[in-house]
Structures are given as structure tokens and as C-alpha cells.
């Protein structure tokens, strides 16, 4: 009778061990929470989406995402949040941060949700540099 309880027993522990790994493994394989601005800004110096060299650049991030269709005025343009992008953290590089504007700069649209990014190319820098913190150096 105390070979059967052991034996119960054991089935009853590798069963309850089975029931826990299977439900880590639900929940790690979950969504990711959204990035954080740290968490992008690591991304595109992981993947040298900025280049190789950002010693000489001085690079900015949006204070929270942006929505889609959201517009980033420039001295001269507009730059709207993709529609397909869903929380968009947003990077602006200035190029040439000794020169006067008009001068290379980028701004780099980075999707919180699924790490898609767009990188544009452009000539001057956002007209309220209130919303945007300074990140590098």
C-alpha cells in the first residue's frame, strides 16, 4: 500500500512540474512589452542603423511615442507617423551639430510595438525641441 502512495505521489509531482513548464512557456511566449526609448535607441546602435560613427553626432528622442498620422514640423516640412507604425518613438540626429542650419540631419521613426523603423534623411531640425529629450552623448 505505501508503494502505491509513493508511486502516486510521483506521478502527482511529475504531472504538477509538467503543468508548470507548460504554462511558463505560454506565458514567455507571449507579445514583448512595448520598447522603451533605451531599449530602441539600443536597437539602432545594435544594428548601426544611425552608422558606424556617432561620436561627432548629437541625437535626440521623442519624451513619449507618437501615434499614426501624428506630424513632426520642421522649419520646412512635415513628417508624418507612418500609418502602420503603432507607438512611435522618434530619433533626430543632427549630423553636423558645429554647423548653422540648413545642414545633414535624420530623423528616425521607431515602432515601440514591432521594432520596424524608417530612417529620413532631411535639412532641419524639429521646430519644438521641447518634446524631445537629448540621448548622446
Not at 507617423?81 to 545642414?103: C, L, M, R, S, Y
Request: some cysteine; hydrophobic content about 40%; glycine content about 2%.
Amino acid at each position: 500500500m505505501k508503494k502505491n502512495s509513493v508511486l502516486l505521489q510521483s506521478i502527482f509531482f511529475v504531472f504538477l512540474v509538467m503543468i508548470m513548464s507548460w504554462d511558463i512557456g505560454c506565458a514567455s511566449s507571449k507579445e514583448s512589452p512595448d520598447k522603451t526609448q533605451t531599449e530602441a535607441w539600443n536597437i539602432i546602435i545594435r544594428q548601426k542603423i544611425i552608422g558606424e560613427d556617432i561620436k561627432n553626432k548629437i541625437v535626440y528622442v521623442s519624451i513619449k511615442p507618437l501615434k499614426p498620422g501624428q506630424k513632426i514640423k520642421t522649419w520646412k516640412e512635415a513628417y508624418i507617423i507612418p500609418q502602420n507604425f503603432q507607438k512611435t518613438w522618434v530619433f533626430f540626429i543632427d549630423d553636423q551639430p558645429n554647423a548653422n542650419w540648413e545642414h545633414k540631419c535624420r530623423y528616425i521613426f521607431f515602432d515601440a510595438v514591432n521594432g520596424k523603423y524608417r530612417v529620413i534623411k532631411a535639412h532641419t531640425p524639429p521646430i519644438s525641441m521641447n518634446n524631445m529629450k537629448r540621448i548622446f552623448p
